[in-house]
């Protein structure tokens, strides 16, 4: 018997090695949409069966108030949470792959059985995690569900212009027929299509304008689309138009079948079948997406470009020879071997497919009909939203070359470089936008019976809808719209460099207050074991400087003298914090000390690779690390700051209208007000934050971003992100203002007594 075991555990495991060899070797694509296709499994078996388990684990089921809705709603965000981040974790560790030497290619297409035990491992320590991640989570695949039906759209309106392509370039009679074949027959089902839902969903003696207006809609576009496709001036054709129309009238009908089965217009009395039929639809589309996607990535020409090194760049390549490039093939005819698709992208569409699944399955997370699958009227608005979005960026598509015939590639002889810069900056552009006319809209707001309160708080699918078409809107915009953009975002990143500082220094002056204010031994002695740390920390990192950026044998005097200065401003920083006349200590000295050295240590990283005195040789990992952690912090940064922007005595009080103004309030006092708990109690309700000032942290970030990920518009070592002489001394001088800054917070007191400076 157990010799039978044995035999039966070898077979598997070789049948498991097999089976990964083969998806290596044929192609890792149809091995993570088979992993993704699982995971919609895993999600919907546990939505409907999992709910009796869940109740049993305490740190999910923490009331007894809780419905079963709740439970299956956790469920599949949780599945949804685990999935997002193995195909997150493997778009960062794939950043830069343009070669198949790439050690981390072989990451991309091995280690089957070691991923797949990474994904389950992920799935499963999900349910360990507290509700509050799941909430927040939930909130971020709202944002991420609406960029991938975005996404879904342009894949769309690709793969109709790249089918048209095809059947015209063949220049022969019987294809020219087939075009007009297609395409009659996608505008009859167009409109049979309309005409059944006017049947189903505009029942005799009800009044259902709503369903009427969307029906007449969705027949209005498909005619528009056929009249500007068809137009003299419009380089158009007849088959994208149709198909379009027949995806807006699946889309109106899906929006149509998502209506509330109480609601009288809803002639299909949503049954469970029908529910089923049409989520079964939806996930055929996701996936039809997902995998078009990854396909499209291995074409040159698809909306996504290769990679730059590769020298199929510019010409379309057969999915074929794509693949062959993929598993290896010909590594003796050529030496470079060149990735054929963009890892990180192929990654990207599969995180964010994760997160609109986890929307479908729970009806965006809407309370309405918990029994029925993608069922209320959010899920209404989102596929009308999607439908109306669709037809406008078709319509520009066709229009845009007539408005701006200048298009972004102006010249043949424009580097890579550029093309990095230019995408970078226009989705920053689109952000900054946003942020900022939302700050603007907030001017003013002192209390929450101010309507555009509820514009801060609510609207959320609108406001995706209009950030999604403000990012896409700024790719029709002519070069030189940017070039202003670019100068203007150093001068609006600096400031947020400045803020940045700023930033710190009051959490640390917080921090070391709120720990002197306890007044007992065990803090003093926490302060002064924090204080000695962060100390060792700052010159320990000074010194494994000195050993990689000043190696022997090199003159290097300008990074001696970076670092010969981040030590003495260390030093500085400990003598005036605790000379007498000050009003300072070490815990916020430690800390700037500490920050000092890592501004320092990013600075010189930014080195261009070809630098004798960088001794890190500027790998493509050093790179990515650094660039992750510069993210990281412009991330906490604005965290800290939206966080401190709740609390009135932060650097940016409260609206005068507050009557807690000029005293330190709890955060948990703020979010009750922002929430609008406690309206009985006060009649009035005045914000707990500035909105405006928190939009404007997020404008300024934005900029910020686009620098980072734009080498600060130089056009050093365009390979590589955040590296040149440009960047280095960005760094630099932002140290030395954070030093300046912080000494000034010191020693002003002194100077001007009779300011308030606390």
Not at 413 to 436: H, I, K, M, P, Y
Not at 570 to 585: D, K, Q, R
């Amino acid at each position: 018997m157990s010799c039978l075991v044995g035999c039966c555990a070898s077979l598997t495991c070789g049948l498991c090695t097999s089976a990964a060899s083969t998806i290596t070797k044929k192609s890792a694509r149809l091995g993570y949409c088979g992993l993704f296709g699982l995971s919609l499994v895993v999600s919907w078996v546990l939505r409907e069966i999992g709910t009796p388990l869940l109740k049993k684990i305490s740190w999910i089921n923490t009331s007894d108030t809780l419905s079963d809705e709740f439970f299956q709603t956790e469920a599949v965000l949780r599945v949804s949470l685990g999935n997002c981040l193995f195909f997150t974790i493997l778009a960062l560790l794939m950043i830069g792959v343009k070669d198949q030497n790439d050690r981390r290619d072989a990451w991309h297409h091995g280690g089957w059985i070691f991923k797949i035990i990474i994904w389950a491992l992920l799935i499963i320590l999900t349910f360990f995690l507290p509700n509050p991640v799941t909430s927040i989570y939930g909130v971020i695949s709202t944002i991420g569900a609406g960029f991938f039906l975005l996404v879904q759209v342009i894949i769309l309106l690709d793969a109709t212009h790249s089918w048209n392509d095809a059947w015209v370039a063949k220049d022969e009679q019987k294809w020219f027929v087939a075009l007009l074949a297609v395409s009659v027959t996608c505008y009859i089902a167009a409109f049979t299509i309309s005409g059944l839902l006017f049947i189903w969903f505009n029942p005799s003696g009800n009044d259902c304008g709503l369903n009427v207006f969307f029906l007449v809609m969705t027949m209005i576009l498909a005619l528009i689309f056929g009249i500007v496709a068809l137009h003299p001036a419009v380089n158009g054709s007849l088959l994208p138009a149709s198909v379009i129309s027949v995806y807006c009238a699946y889309v109106c009908y899906t929006g149509l079948a998502a209506e509330p089965r109480d609601y009288a217009c809803n002639g299909l009395n949503r049954s469970k079948a029908v529910t089923t039929s049409t989520l079964i639809l939806g996930m055929l589309t996701t996936v039809l997406s997902v995998l078009y996607s990854a396909l499209r990535a291995g074409s040159s020409t698809a909306f996504l470009s290769s990679p730059p090194s590769s020298p199929r760049a510019g010409e379309r390549s057969p999915l074929l020879d794509s693949e062959e490039l993929e598993s290896g093939k010909g590594k003796k005819e050529v030496e470079s071997k060149p990735v054929s698709y963009s890892y990180t992208f192929f990654h990207l569409i599969f995180a964010l497919a994760s997160m609109y699944s986890a929307m479908l399955l729970s009806g965006w997370s809407s309370s309405e009909n918990s029994d029925l699958i993608d069922v209320g009227w959010t899920s209404v608005w989102v596929r009308i939203c999607t439908e109306w979005v669709t037809a406008g960026l078709y319509i520009w598509s066709l229009v845009a070359p007539l408005i701006f015939p200048d298009r972004i590639n102006t010249s043949d002889t424009l580097s890579d470089e550029f093309f990095q810069t230019e995408a970078v900056l226009r989705v920053s552009l689109g952000n900054c936008l946003f942020f900022t006319i939302l700050a603007l809209l907030m001017i003013g707001i002192k209390d929450q019976n101010d309507r555009r309160d509820a514009w801060h708080h609510g609207g959320w699918i609108f406001k995706i809808i209009i950030w999604a078409l403000l990012i896409i809107l700024t790719f029709f915009l002519p070069n030189p719209v940017t070039s202003v953009y670019g100068v203007i975002s150093t001068i609006g990143a600096g400031f947020f460099l400045l803020v940045q500082v700023i930033i710190l220094l009051d959490a640390t002056h917080s921090w070391n207050d709120a720990w002197v204010a306890k007044d007992e031994q065990k803090w003093f002695v926490a302060l002064l074991a924090v204080s000695v740390t962060c100390y060792i920390a700052a010159f320990t990192i000074s010194g494994l400087l000195f050993i990689w950026f000043n190696p022997s044998g090199n003159d290097c005097g300008l990074n001696v003298f970076f670092l010969v200065m981040t030590m003495i401003l260390a030093l500085i920083f400990g003598i005036v914090a605790l000379h007498p006349a000050v009003n300072g200590s070490l815990l916020p000295a430690s800390v700037i000390s500490v920050y000092c050295a890592y501004v320092c240590y990013t600075g010189l990283a930014a080195e261009p690779r070809d630098y004798a005195c960088n001794g890190l040789n500027r790998s493509k990992a050093v790179t990515t690390s650094t660039l992750i952690l510069g993210m990281l912090t412009t991330v906490l940064s604005v965290l800290y700051s939206a966080l401190r922007a709740g609390s009135s005595t932060a650097f940016l009080s409260s609206p005068p209208s507050s009557p807690r103004a000029g005293e330190r309030s709890p955060l948990l006092d703020s979010e009750e007000l922002e929430s609008g708990k406690g309206k009985k109690e006060a009649e009035s309700k005045p914000v707990s934050y500035s909105y405006t000032f928190f939009h404007l942290i997020f404008a300024l970030a934005s900029m910020y971003s686009a620098m980072l990920l734009s080498g600060w518009s130089s056009s050093e070592n365009s390979d590589l992100i955040d590296v040149g002489w440009t960047s280095v001394w960005v760094r630099i001088c932002t140290e030395w203002v954070t030093a300046g800054l912080y000494i000034w917070s010191l020693v002003a007191p002194l100077i001007f007594p009779d300011r308030e400076f606390y």
